[in-house]
């Protein structure tokens, strides 16, 4: 499933917060998006799940405009981790996960459904937690709980248990869906989107942390102030120049032998990081 973003700009009154993107998005492939708070990342995720409308250009999804699918459509071609949500609703994480079947089902879940939010709890570690109460969960085990619900939700109405869509592969977004895990559970949550893009998956990720970008990302889109300052695969875009322009500050890369990805840290002088001038 591609989707693709023509000459897309968003403006909040005069405000602009994206401008003039152009970016063909591809399947079977961990799309990571980086930059700093405020350059329009959670908002270009935004206009590629469909929750918003670029105020000028058109968003594709397989060649076909996706503000012209039905939203009921449109929730089986796609699944959605944002960084927010509703609060004081008061669901059991069972009920949550089941959320991601709301698409397949009329009015009661099926045996699939309920199996499929088993699977799917099980692979995000949080089968334990069924009957817990959502709102009492850390935030890092809503995290897992959220991203068990978008996995039960790209299962579609397959009756097999194995993550293939009998018809086509489907788009997965992710909104720093590792922001409050630990290292054990960030490194299981990146590595079924990984195992998702390998099966022909689309998946983009909004991340902050330069070093999972470079350890699961396929290609990297580097924003700044709404702009593209780079896309590419990792070492075309995780470069001291392109960072440094970036994040207005010096970062050192490493290449251990031992490893098939970067590691990126920042420039140190007399113990204090390197800024530059914004």
């Known amino acids: 499933m591609i989707i693709s973003a023509h000459n897309i700009s968003y403006r909040i009154g005069q405000r602009p917060i994206l401008?003039?993107?152009?970016?063909d998005i591809q399947p079977g492939e961990v799309t990571v998006v980086l930059g700093q708070n405020g350059a329009g990342k959670s908002t270009f995720l935004k206009i590629l799940s469909g929750e918003a409308k670029p105020t000028i250009g058109q968003?594709?999804?397989?060649?076909?405009?996706?503000?012209?699918?039905?939203?009921?459509?449109?929730?089986?071609?796609?699944?959605?981790?944002?960084?927010q949500y509703a609060q004081g609703l008061q669901f059991n994480c069972e009920e949550i996960v089941m959320m991601g079947r709301y698409p397949y089902f009329g009015g009661q879940p099926g045996a699939d459904d309920h199996r499929i939010?088993?699977?799917?709890?099980?692979?995000?570690?949080?089968?334990?937690?069924?009957?817990?109460?959502?709102?009492a969960l850390s935030g890092g085990e809503q995290q897992r709980v959220q991203m068990a619900r978008v996995l039960s939700q790209l299962r579609g109405k397959q009756s097999g248990s194995k993550w293939k869509n009998e018809q086509q592969q489907?788009?997965?977004?992710?909104?720093?869906?590792?922001?409050?895990?630990?290292?054990?559970?960030?490194?299981?949550?990146?590595?079924?989107?990984?195992?998702?893009?390998?099966?022909?998956y689309t998946?983009?990720?909004?991340?902050?942390?330069l070093n999972l970008a470079a350890q699961f990302a396929d290609t990297i889109l580097l924003l700044k102030q709404g702009c593209i300052v780079r896309a590419g695969n990792v070492r075309d875009v995780l470069t001291s120049e392109h960072l440094s322009e970036a994040y207005n500050m010096e970062v050192d890369i490493l290449e251990p032998e031992d490893y098939d990805f970067p590691i990126l840290i920042p420039a140190r002088h007399k113990n204090k990081p390197v800024l530059l001038r914004s």
């Open 203 to 209: 998946v983009v990720v909004i991340l902050h942390d």
């Open 19 to 23: 401008n003039k993107l152009n970016f």
């Open 59 to 83: 968003v594709l999804l397989n060649n076909i405009d996706l503000h012209s699918i039905p939203v009921n459509k449109l929730a089986t071609m796609r699944a959605v981790l944002s960084q």
């Open 117 to 135: 939010v088993r699977e799917s709890m099980l692979e995000m570690q949080v089968d334990h937690l069924q009957r817990r109460n959502y709102q």
């Open 170 to 200: 489907g788009l997965l977004l992710l909104d720093e869906p590792t922001s409050s895990m630990d290292c054990l559970h960030q490194q299981l949550a990146l590595s079924k989107a990984k195992e998702l893009a390998n099966q022909g």
